[in-house]
């Protein structure tokens, strides 16, 4: 599969724990976005990165959250101390390079917060 | 006002006419536009994008774009029931974060 991936699906924690959540871009893809779409809204960007770069982190609440894409392996977006208005869907999409503006979505994680 | 500004809906259309949906926005300096599909439940699907003033077709569908009156639509011509899904405008500065509207609302009607 040369598409965006992402893992887990699905991921429930209880209040006050961490959760991680991979992504892994298309095959030839060096950028990677993140954005969460709360139930009954629109799409949110949270953050931008390139390898070992954080290019734009505008979108990301100040606490809590955090994104990495490490040279080798998937992006990771942590969130520590979850809290129940955390639950959403939290997309990764991708982008072949700069210039190249076109961004393909993953199937995205499903955050629930019990 | 909103960034991105999408009418919610939900839009109803017989199957087999045009669907129309419209998109405007605030950022003049918007380089990049695109309209993603949404199924319930699933990720959005990139459908069509386009960068330059005009018209650009692929298959049954049309992206229109007007960077003077801050205007994109999206046509569907010969609809068809799998069409019925939401349908987000997206803007871009370029090559980086993508602003989204609330999406639109399609059902078609067969």
């Known amino acids: 599969n040369a598409g965006v991936m992402q893992n887990p699906r699905h991921l429930v924690r209880r209040r006050g724990q961490e959760a991680r959540l991979r992504c892994s871009p298309m095959?030839?893809?060096?950028?990677v976005y993140w954005y969460r779409q709360l139930p009954e809204e629109g799409l949110k960007f949270m953050v931008y990165?390139?390898?070992?770069?954080?290019?734009?982190e505008s979108g990301m609440p100040k606490e809590r959250f955090s994104a990495e894409f490490p040279k080798e392996g998937p992006s990771i977006l942590r969130i520590q101390q979850v809290v129940r208005g955390d639950s959403a869907a939290y997309f990764c999409?991708?982008?072949?390079?700069?210039?190249?503006?076109?961004?393909?979505f993953g199937p995205g994680t499903r955050l629930t917060v019990t | 006002q909103k960034e991105v500004e999408q009418n919610s809906g939900p839009l109803s259309v017989p199957e087999g006419a045009i669907a129309s949906l419209n998109c405007t926005y605030s950022?003049?300096?918007?380089?990049?536009f695109f309209w993603y599909r949404q199924y319930s439940g699933k990720s959005p699907e990139l459908i069509m994008f386009i960068y330059s003033n005009g018209d650009k077709e692929d298959g049954r569908f049309t992206a229109q774009l007007n960077k003077a009156s801050q205007y994109v639509s999206l046509l569907i011509r010969d609809s068809q029931p799998s069409d019925s899904a939401t349908y987000l405008c997206?803007?871009?500065?370029?090559?980086?974060?993508?602003?989204f509207g609330q999406g639109t609302r399609l059902t078609i009607n067969p």
């Open positions: 950022d003049r300096g918007s380089q990049s």
């Open positions: 999409a991708s982008s072949r390079e700069a210039g190249v503006y076109e961004q393909y």
């Open positions: 095959k030839g893809h060096s950028h």
């Open positions: 997206a803007v871009g500065p370029g090559a980086q974060k993508l602003v």
């Open positions: 990165l390139q390898k070992e770069n954080i290019i734009d």
